[in-house]
């Protein structure tokens, strides 16, 4: 059954979106028509830049806080599927992408959606400029056996002081 469900809506959504555009077209016009589909793919564009920002501000800031950013993530995926949705020319996809815009219908969307996937968060923060040293914290300890190492002193014989030396 679902194996059926996809390639319909792949081969029915442009008949369909082609029938919109006739229906409409017949309506307003070819210019209010064409100005319709450029003005939903503007606002598509600018509702993904706007609301994009704000997710990822929203993701970073629960992040910082130490709290789970797996419902702003999801969140914003829908958005992005909602902004997709308006800027693809059509006017099903603009209804359907303004439908995904509103909040209750992504907040049910998504709580549909939490209890049929699984998001996975880590928690690495993020690092900005300069360089990271990767020093250990305590003593370097390097496992040798007796026949790797030999202690060599110096001193006697005008040499510099005691060292540790590797010899193979």
Avoid: C, W
């Avoid at 992005?80 to 209804?95: K, N, Q, R, S």
């Avoid at 303004?98 to 219908?105: D, G, K, M, Y």
């Amino acid at each position: 059954m679902r194996s059926v469900i996809i390639p319909l809506i792949i081969l029915g959504l442009p008949i369909a979106e082609i029938a919109g555009f006739v229906v409409v077209g017949r309506e307003l016009g070819l210019a209010m028509t064409l100005l319709l589909v450029l003005l939903s793919g503007v606002a598509g564009v600018l509702l993904l830049r706007i609301q994009g920002l704000g997710t990822l501000r929203r993701v970073q800031e629960a992040a910082r806080a130490g709290k789970d950013p797996g419902p702003d993530v999801l969140g914003g995926a829908l958005i992005f599927v909602a902004a997709i949705l308006l800027i693809v020319p059509g006017f099903i996809t603009d209804i359907a992408g303004l439908i995904l815009f509103l909040p209750p219908v992504r907040r049910a969307i998504a709580s549909f959606l939490q209890t049929r996937l699984t998001i996975l968060t880590t928690g690495s923060g993020f690092y900005y400029g300069g360089t990271r040293s990767h020093r250990p914290h305590g003593p370097t300890t390097i496992d040798l056996d007796s026949d790797e190492f030999s202690r060599k002193n110096g001193g006697e014989d005008g040499s510099s002081p005691p060292s540790n030396r590797i010899s193979r």
